[in-house]
C-alpha cells in the first residue's frame, strides 16, 4: 500500500472509527469501563459541524498557512533582519522561521479539531475562529520585524498576565501548544531570573488542542506564586504525560528557558488529579530537576489503583512482563529518589484519589521518609483553600531555601536505564533489568565511597565547577569495598570516570565494541516513541494473506493512533525511500518481514529473529510462519544509536485510553503473535511468547 493511499485512509478513519465505536451511556469512569468488548471512543465524538462553518475554518487554516509561507519566503528572498526570539533583551538573533510554532499550532489545533470531531458546544466554534485571528495578528507583528516576546503578547504587567503559544517536537516536527503565567510586575525585557512552577492538568477527554489553548488564554489555574513564571503543558492530550507527553513536558520546559530568564535552581512540578499522577511521576523519576513536588490526587501505580478506583482487578490476568513493565511508571519503586526532592502531597478527605498520596506514604515510610500529606477537610475532589494557603507557604520555603550546589550524598534507584541520572552519579548497565538497581555514594575532598546493587556499569561526572573538593590530584573511589585511583581533577574544576563491573571486580570501563544497553537504547518498544520516529512501510506484499491483511490494518492502526492520541504528525515513507539522513536521525518503525520490507530484508542477518520457510525463531522460540508476526525493539544494524521496531505502534491501545492508570507498556523487548484472528482493544493478536533482551541484546 503506497504511502498517500495511507494518509487517505488515515482522513477517513479518523472519524469513522469514533461514529462506529459503542458508546455506554454518561461518559462512564468505573466498572462499565472495564470491558475490552465495549469500548467507548477517546476523544469523544463531538457535535456536527455544519458544512459551511467548517468550510470557513478549513479556508481560514489554509489562508493563515499561506500567509505564513509568503513571509518566511520574502524573509528568506530579501535577506530582512532576524528576529529575537529571546525576552530577556537577549541580543541574539533567530530566524523568522524559528516563530513557525508560535504561529502555526493555531491553524493546527483547529484541523485536528475538524478532524477528529472535537467541537462540542458552539462556544468550541468561536475559541477555533478567536486563535485563528491570534494567529494572523502573530504574523502581522512578525512581518512588521516583532520579537518573540512581541509576537507572544509578553509586556510591561501591573497584574498577572497570559499567554499560549507552541513549540515544535523533535519526537515527530508536531507543533504542540503550552500555557503560560507571567507573574504581576515582570518587565519586558527583564533579566532577572525567576522562580518557574510547572503545573500538569487533569484528565480531560475533551481537552482538545482548541479546549486548551483557548482555556489557558482565560485561566491562570490553581496557584499563582509571586514572582513565578507558572507554565501548563499540554502533554499531548489524556494520557497522563507518559511516553511522548513526558518528552512533551520536558522539551517545552527546555523552549521556555530559552526564551524566559528562569532560575534553574528553582523550577518545581506540580498537578492535580490526573496532574497528580504526573507529578508523581516526574518527581520520582527525575528528582534532581525540581527544587520541590506538589503532587495532588491522581494515582500512583497501577495495580492497586485499578482495584481501589476502577474496580478492576489486574494481577490475576495480567501476563508477567506487562507486570514487570508496571515498574516503568508506578512510582513506589522509585520513591527512595525522593530524598533529592522535597515533596508536599495534597489530598481531599473525602477523595478517592487519596490513594495515590496513602500508597506513597507507605513507599516513603519504608525508606525513612514522612510524608508531608496537606488533607481538605470534608473535600472531595478538588484543591481546599485554606490548604492552598499551607501549601504555597511551604513551597515558597522551599524555594528561598533552593540552590545549585552538586550533594555530597546521592541515593538513587533505578529500573530502567531510560531513568539512569541523579546528579553526579550515573547508572549505565544493569546486571538485570527492570530489576531495582541501587546506588549509594557519598563524596569528601579526595574521595568517592559508593555502594550498588544491580549495577554493571557507573559513571561520576561533575561537569565544569561542580567537583567542589581538593582542586588538584586524582579521586579515589571506594566501589564496593574495592579501592581505585581515579584520574586528575581538571583545571575547570570539572571530573568524570566511568567503572564497569568485569568477573566480579570494577574497573576503568572498557568499549568493546559489542552491543549492549544503556541509556536511551535499552527498550521496550514504546521507547522507540520517545524520541524522533518514522513509519518504514512495505513495497513488497506478503503469499501470506493473512498476514499481509494484518500489516497493512497494523500500519494504518499505529498512524491513525499516534495522530489521535498523541496529536502528532505522521512521517512515513516506503522502505526504498529511506534515506542515509534518515538512518541518521531517526529510530526506524518497519512494517512487514524479510517477504516484504526491503529494509528488514537487509538487516535481518544482524536481528535475533529468523524468518525460515516454515517458522519464526526468536532464541528458542517459535512459531510458525504463516499466520503469525514478529514484533520487536532492537539497536540498528545500520546506526546503532537508533533503534529499530518490528511491526509495532505504542504498545497500549483503545482500552486502556479509558484510565490513565491503563497506559503502561504492554509489550516487552520481543513478542511472537498469532495474527489469525486480528487485534482487538487490547492487544495486536494473541500473544503466544514475549520476552526481553538481556544486557547485550540477546533473548
Given at each position: 500500500?503506497?504511502?498517500?493511499?495511507?494518509?487517505?485512509?488515515l482522513a477517513?478513519?479518523s472519524?469513522l472509527?469514533?461514529?462506529?465505536t459503542t458508546?455506554c451511556?454518561?461518559w462512564?469512569?468505573g466498572?462499565?469501563d472495564?470491558?475490552?468488548?465495549s469500548?467507548?471512543?477517546?476523544?469523544?465524538?463531538?457535535?456536527?459541524v455544519?458544512?459551511?462553518?467548517?468550510?470557513a475554518?478549513?479556508w481560514?487554516?489554509?489562508?493563515i498557512r499561506?500567509?505564513?509561507?509568503?513571509?518566511?519566503?520574502k524573509?528568506t528572498?530579501?535577506?530582512?533582519?532576524q528576529?529575537?526570539?529571546?525576552a530577556?533583551?537577549n541580543?541574539a538573533?533567530?530566524?523568522?522561521?524559528?516563530?513557525?510554532?508560535?504561529?502555526?499550532?493555531f491553524?493546527?489545533?483547529v484541523?485536528l479539531a475538524?478532524?477528529?470531531g472535537?467541537?462540542?458546544?458552539p462556544?468550541?466554534?468561536e475559541?477555533?475562529?478567536?486563535?485563528?485571528d491570534?494567529?494572523?495578528?502573530?504574523?502581522?507583528?512578525?512581518?512588521?520585524g516583532?520579537?518573540?516576546?512581541d509576537?507572544?503578547g509578553?509586556?510591561?504587567?501591573?497584574?498577572?498576565?497570559t499567554?499560549?503559544g507552541?513549540y515544535?517536537?523533535a519526537i515527530d516536527?508536531?507543533?504542540?501548544?503550552?500555557?503560560?503565567?507571567i507573574?504581576?510586575?515582570?518587565r519586558?525585557?527583564?533579566r532577572e531570573?525567576?522562580?518557574?512552577?510547572?503545573?500538569?492538568?487533569?484528565?480531560?477527554?475533551k481537552?482538545?488542542?482548541v479546549?486548551?489553548?483557548?482555556q489557558?488564554?482565560?485561566?491562570t489555574?490553581?496557584?499563582?506564586p509571586?514572582?513565578?513564571?507558572?507554565?501548563h503543558?499540554?502533554?499531548?492530550?489524556?494520557?497522563?504525560?507518559?511516553?511522548?507527553?513526558?518528552?512533551?513536558?520536558?522539551?517545552?520546559?527546555?523552549?521556555?528557558k530559552?526564551?524566559l530568564?528562569?532560575?534553574?535552581?528553582?523550577?518545581?512540578?506540580r498537578g492535580?488529579?490526573?496532574?497528580?499522577?504526573?507529578?508523581?511521576q516526574?518527581a520520582?523519576?527525575?528528582?534532581?530537576?525540581w527544587?520541590a513536588?506538589?503532587?495532588?490526587?491522581?494515582f500512583s501505580?497501577?495495580?492497586?489503583?485499578?482495584?481501589?478506583?476502577?474496580?478492576?482487578?489486574?494481577r490475576?490476568r495480567?501476563p508477567?512482563y506487562?507486570q514487570?513493565?508496571?515498574?516503568?511508571?508506578?512510582?513506589?519503586p522509585?520513591?527512595?529518589n525522593?530524598l533529592?526532592?522535597?515533596t508536599i502531597a495534597y489530598s481531599?478527605?473525602l477523595?478517592?484519589?487519596?490513594?495515590?498520596?496513602?500508597v506513597?506514604?507507605?513507599?516513603?515510610?519504608?525508606?525513612?521518609?514522612?510524608l508531608?500529606?496537606?488533607?481538605?477537610?470534608?473535600?472531595a475532589?478538588?484543591?481546599h483553600?485554606?490548604?492552598?494557603?499551607?501549601i504555597?507557604s511551604?513551597?515558597?520555603?522551599?524555594?528561598?531555601?533552593?540552590?545549585?550546589?552538586a550533594?555530597?550524598?546521592?541515593?538513587?534507584t533505578?529500573v530502567?536505564?531510560?531513568y539512569?541520572?541523579?546528579?553526579?552519579?550515573e547508572?549505565?548497565?544493569?546486571?538485570?533489568?527492570w530489576?531495582?538497581?541501587?546506588?549509594s555514594?557519598?563524596?569528601?575532598?579526595?574521595?568517592?565511597?559508593?555502594?550498588?546493587?544491580?549495577v554493571?556499569r557507573?559513571?561520576f561526572d561533575?561537569?565544569p565547577?561542580?567537583w567542589?573538593g581538593n582542586?588538584a590530584?586524582?579521586?579515589?573511589?571506594?566501589i564496593?569495598?574495592?579501592?581505585?585511583?581515579?584520574p586528575?581533577?581538571?583545571s575547570?574544576?570539572s571530573?568524570?570516570?566511568?567503572l564497569?563491573?568485569?568477573?566480579?571486580?570494577?574497573?576503568t570501563?572498557?568499549?568493546?565494541?559489542?552491543?549492549?544497553?544503556r541509556?536511551?537504547?535499552?527498550?521496550?518498544?514504546?521507547?522507540?516513541?520517545?524520541?524522533t520516529f518514522?513509519?518504514v512501510l512495505?513495497?513488497g506484499?506478503s503469499?501470506?494473506?493473512i498476514?499481509q491483511?494484518?500489516i497493512?490494518?497494523?500500519?494504518?492502526?499505529a498512524?491513525?493512533h499516534?495522530?489521535?492520541h498523541?496529536?502528532?504528525?505522521?512521517r512515513?515513507?516506503?522502505?526504498r525511500?529511506v534515506?542515509?539522513?534518515?538512518?541518521?536521525?531517526?529510530?526506524l518503525?518497519?512494517f512487514?518481514d524479510?517477504?516484504?520490507?526491503?529494509l528488514?530484508?537487509?538487516i535481518?542477518p544482524?536481528?535475533?529473529?529468523?524468518?525460515?520457510?516454515?517458522?519464526?525463531?526468536?532464541?528458542?522460540?517459535?512459531?510458525?510462519?504463516?499466520?503469525?508476526?514478529?514484533?520487536?525493539?532492537?539497536?540498528?544494524p545500520?546506526n546503532e544509536?537508533?533503534y529499530?521496531?518490528?511491526n509495532?505502534?505504542?504498545?497500549?491501545?483503545?482500552?486502556?485510553?479509558l484510565?490513565?492508570?491503563?497506559?503502561?507498556?504492554?509489550?516487552?523487548d520481543w513478542?511472537?503473535v498469532d495474527?489469525?484472528?486480528?487485534?482487538?482493544?487490547?492487544?495486536p493478536?494473541?500473544?503466544?511468547r514475549?520476552g526481553?533482551?538481556?544486557?547485550r541484546?540477546q533473548p
Amino acid at each position: 500500500m503506497l504511502p498517500f493511499e495511507f494518509v487517505n485512509r488515515l482522513a477517513r478513519c479518523s472519524v469513522l472509527l469514533a461514529v462506529a465505536t459503542t458508546v455506554c451511556p454518561g461518559w462512564c469512569d468505573g466498572p462499565e469501563d472495564n470491558r475490552p468488548g465495549s469500548v467507548r471512543p477517546i476523544p469523544p465524538l463531538g457535535m456536527d459541524v455544519d458544512a459551511s462553518t467548517r468550510e470557513a475554518l478549513e479556508w481560514r487554516c489554509k489562508a493563515i498557512r499561506t500567509q505564513w509561507q509568503t513571509v518566511l519566503s520574502k524573509s528568506t528572498n530579501s535577506g530582512s533582519p532576524q528576529v529575537d526570539s529571546v525576552a530577556a533583551g537577549n541580543d541574539a538573533d533567530q530566524a523568522i522561521a524559528s516563530l513557525a510554532s508560535e504561529v502555526l499550532v493555531f491553524p493546527r489545533a483547529v484541523e485536528l479539531a475538524l478532524e477528529f470531531g472535537q467541537f462540542y458546544r458552539p462556544r468550541d466554534l468561536e475559541a477555533a475562529s478567536e486563535l485563528l485571528d491570534e494567529a494572523a495578528r502573530r504574523i502581522t507583528i512578525i512581518e512588521n520585524g516583532g520579537r518573540w516576546a512581541d509576537v507572544v503578547g509578553i509586556r510591561d504587567v501591573n497584574d498577572l498576565h497570559t499567554i499560549v503559544g507552541g513549540y515544535e517536537s523533535a519526537i515527530d516536527g508536531s507543533y504542540q501548544p503550552y500555557g503560560l503565567v507571567i507573574p504581576r510586575g515582570m518587565r519586558h525585557g527583564q533579566r532577572e531570573p525567576l522562580r518557574l512552577d510547572l503545573w500538569f492538568h487533569g484528565r480531560g477527554e475533551k481537552l482538545s488542542e482548541v479546549a486548551f489553548l483557548s482555556q489557558q488564554r482565560d485561566s491562570t489555574g490553581e496557584y499563582t506564586p509571586d514572582d513565578t513564571l507558572v507554565l501548563h503543558p499540554y502533554g499531548r492530550y489524556s494520557n497522563a504525560f507518559k511516553f511522548a507527553g513526558e518528552m512533551d513536558v520536558l522539551e517545552v520546559l527546555d523552549y521556555v528557558k530559552r526564551r524566559l530568564p528562569i532560575d534553574e535552581d528553582r523550577v518545581s512540578v506540580r498537578g492535580f488529579s490526573m496532574g497528580g499522577a504526573a507529578c508523581w511521576q516526574f518527581a520520582t523519576h527525575y528528582a534532581d530537576r525540581w527544587f520541590a513536588a506538589n503532587p495532588g490526587a491522581g494515582f500512583s501505580e497501577t495495580p492497586e489503583f485499578l482495584a481501589f478506583f476502577q474496580s478492576e482487578e489486574v494481577r490475576d490476568r495480567t501476563p508477567w512482563y506487562q507486570q514487570e513493565l508496571w515498574q516503568l511508571y508506578d512510582c513506589p519503586p522509585w520513591s527512595r529518589n525522593l530524598l533529592h526532592c522535597p515533596t508536599i502531597a495534597y489530598s481531599g478527605e473525602l477523595d478517592r484519589q487519596k490513594q495515590a498520596a496513602d500508597v506513597m506514604a507507605s513507599a516513603l515510610a519504608n525508606v525513612g521518609i514522612d510524608l508531608v500529606h496537606v488533607i481538605g477537610p470534608q473535600t472531595a475532589h478538588k484543591i481546599h483553600e485554606a490548604s492552598k494557603i499551607e501549601i504555597e507557604s511551604r513551597m515558597s520555603q522551599l524555594a528561598r531555601r533552593a540552590c545549585g550546589e552538586a550533594p555530597d550524598r546521592i541515593e538513587f534507584t533505578t529500573v530502567s536505564l531510560r531513568y539512569h541520572r541523579m546528579h553526579w552519579i550515573e547508572v549505565r548497565g544493569l546486571v538485570e533489568h527492570w530489576t531495582p538497581a541501587k546506588v549509594s555514594a557519598t563524596r569528601d575532598d579526595t574521595k568517592i565511597t559508593v555502594t550498588t546493587d544491580n549495577v554493571s556499569r557507573i559513571r561520576f561526572d561533575f561537569g565544569p565547577g561542580q567537583w567542589t573538593g581538593n582542586p588538584a590530584g586524582s579521586i579515589q573511589v571506594e566501589i564496593n569495598g574495592q579501592a581505585l585511583q581515579g584520574p586528575l581533577v581538571r583545571s575547570d574544576r570539572s571530573w568524570r570516570w566511568e567503572l564497569e563491573r568485569f568477573q566480579d571486580q570494577w574497573r576503568t570501563a572498557t568499549d568493546d565494541g559489542q552491543l549492549r544497553k544503556r541509556p536511551r537504547l535499552q527498550g521496550p518498544i514504546d521507547d522507540a516513541f520517545m524520541d524522533t520516529f518514522l513509519f518504514v512501510l512495505p513495497s513488497g506484499k506478503s503469499s501470506d494473506a493473512i498476514l499481509q491483511d494484518w500489516i497493512d490494518s497494523e500500519a494504518l492502526h499505529a498512524m491513525l493512533h499516534w495522530r489521535k492520541h498523541f496529536r502528532g504528525d505522521i512521517r512515513q515513507k516506503l522502505d526504498r525511500d529511506v534515506t542515509e539522513t534518515d538512518l541518521a536521525s531517526s529510530n526506524l518503525i518497519l512494517f512487514g518481514d524479510i517477504e516484504t520490507n526491503l529494509l528488514i530484508r537487509r538487516i535481518a542477518p544482524e536481528l535475533p529473529v529468523r524468518w525460515l520457510p516454515e517458522k519464526i525463531h526468536i532464541g528458542a522460540h517459535s512459531v510458525p510462519r504463516k499466520g503469525h508476526a514478529a514484533l520487536m525493539i532492537y539497536p540498528n544494524p545500520l546506526n546503532e544509536d537508533r533503534y529499530v521496531v518490528l511491526n509495532s505502534g505504542f504498545t497500549f491501545r483503545e482500552y486502556d485510553y479509558l484510565n490513565n492508570a491503563r497506559q503502561t507498556p504492554k509489550l516487552p523487548d520481543w513478542a511472537l503473535v498469532d495474527i489469525r484472528e486480528g487485534a482487538t482493544t487490547t492487544d495486536p493478536g494473541k500473544v503466544l511468547r514475549a520476552g526481553f533482551f538481556d544486557e547485550r541484546w540477546q533473548p
